[in-house]
């Protein structure tokens, strides 16, 4: 590969500090210098005056292989691995497309995410830079799809483990297959608790045993948690990365806080639900649990990140919600708008901090010399406004290592996936009253 210098651009670094105008020279898929570079022979050089240069966006919450699901069913029960890796192979070229060079899909759907993240890895397809778990696992009391989840087994993305002596041995075969995290569904919803919100699905001491399997692998674990306790506990069990971390009460910031966990808020699905869930059809009460859990966790997370615990962008795309490609540069949105941070903040969450999720800290994510050469040349000036990063026209160019996405949309149309969506007799029961005077 040629070196690429690209000159002339207003420089977003990802450290949060304010934009530069300068040139950055590309070299072996790293960034080789930063600043006011004179040309040389051989050199590839791109002319980026008026265009902003910035680290590609990294997705540290992102479920790759659901491919869109209208509800719990069908992700449990319409989902086929073979067809599952094919669509996922096409799916992450949508998040190419949108900016985004990283992400973490922390639990794919029949084990799919270590082939996904090796299939890229190695050029069979084009793709961002990728970290994966494998199945999430889950006690028998289930995550958030409730009964659908089995007492034993595997079901979609889920591996039910009911014992330390389990939760060893998944934890060992996992890392045997060659995942990057462990990912634990630490809280789940039970019918008597419905109005709660989420309950604590694990022990402490099943928490500890996962994390210390994990680590003694040197694998690092990440957790759902959406209540205070399990995310007091997670911490103590020594887990590397929370999911959500909403509903935190006082004592479950200062833990949070004293071991400075990084924290992915995943505001994304819960904002699109509130917003815009009318023009879908969605659930109306649903859209008010998930308004007030924005609401609610909003201050929380804004002070745990003035204490400086690290926050990432995560989207939770994969769902109908959130398809891939839409709405990855929506959490910075929320962060700016419900914490108050400001654009260039925002934007460091997704780029610098997002790296940890990669397992990449301090090697991508900032535009500084020695890092990967994960880019997005754009027109328009995110420190100004974030929202912007989701018009698709500005998007110019987008490098990993170095390397110039192609662009173009060239995915055929899609049509209907015999047996892939779940469909429904009816939208309500047919009662004679209501039809018939
Ligand atoms: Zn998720």
Redesign the pocket.
């Known amino acids: 590969m040629n070196d690429l210098l690209i000159r002339n651009a207003s420089i977003i670094d990802g450290t949060g500090q304010a934009p530069f105008d300068g040139d950055l020279l590309v070299r072996d898929a790293r960034i080789a210098a930063v600043g006011s570079i004179g040309e040389e022979p051989g050199v590839q050089v791109i002319d980026a005056s008026g265009l902003t240069l910035m680290p590609g966006l990294i997705d540290a919450?992102c479920?790759i292989t659901f491919d869109e699901p209208c509800s719990n069913d069908e992700l449990f029960f319409h989902r086929r691995a073979g067809l599952a890796a094919i669509i996922a192979a096409r799916n992450v070229q949508r998040l190419l497309r949108a900016g985004v060079t990283g992400f973490l899909d922390a639990d794919c759907i029949y084990d799919l995410g270590v082939d996904l993240r090796d299939a890229i890895n190695s050029g069979v397809i084009e793709g961002p830079r990728m970290a994966t778990g494998g199945y999430a696992l889950l006690t028998s009391v289930g995550g958030t799809a409730g009964q659908l989840i089995p007492d034993t087994g595997t079901r979609g993305y889920a591996k039910i483990v009911s014992n330390q002596a389990e939760i060893v041995a998944e934890v060992r075969r996992q890392v045997k297959t060659g995942v990057d995290w462990i990912k634990v569904h630490v809280t789940g919803l039970v019918p008597q608790q419905r109005d709660a919100g989420e309950i604590q699905a694990w022990s402490l001491d099943e928490l500890r045993c996962v994390c210390d399997a994990a680590h003694e692998l040197g694998v690092s674990v990440v957790g759902?948690c959406r209540n205070a306790t399990s995310i007091r506990n997670s911490v103590r069990a020594g887990m590397d990365m929370i999911?959500h971390a909403t509903f935190m009460d006082e004592p479950a910031l200062e833990e949070v806080i004293e071991a400075k966990v990084p924290l992915v808020p995943t505001f994304t699905f819960q904002a699109n639900l509130a917003d815009y869930g009318d023009r879908v059809g969605a659930n109306e009460d649903l859209r008010e649990v998930f308004r007030r859990e924005i609401e609610d966790s909003a201050q929380t997370l804004r002070r745990a990140y003035d204490a400086g615990v690290p926050l990432l962008c995560g989207s939770?795309s994969g769902f109908s919600l959130t398809p891939y490609g839409d709405w990855h540069y929506r959490e910075l949105q929320v962060f700016v708008e419900a914490l108050g941070l400001t654009p260039l903040q925002a934007i460091s969450c997704a780029t610098r901090e997002g790296a940890r999720a990669l397992g990449l800290e301090g090697q991508v994510g900032e535009l500084a010399e020695g890092q990967f050469a994960d880019l997005l040349l754009f027109d328009g000036d995110p420190a100004a406004d974030v929202k912007i990063l989701g018009e698709r026209s500005r998007i110019k160019a987008v490098y990993v290592g170095g390397h110039a996405i192609d662009l173009e949309d060239r995915e055929p149309a899609r049509r209907p996936i015999p047996g892939w969506r779940a469909s429904a007799y009816s939208d309500a029961i047919l009662r004679r009253r209501d039809v018939i005077c």
Do not use: A, M, N, V
Request: aromatic fraction near 0%.
């Open positions: 919450h479920h759902h999911l939770e």
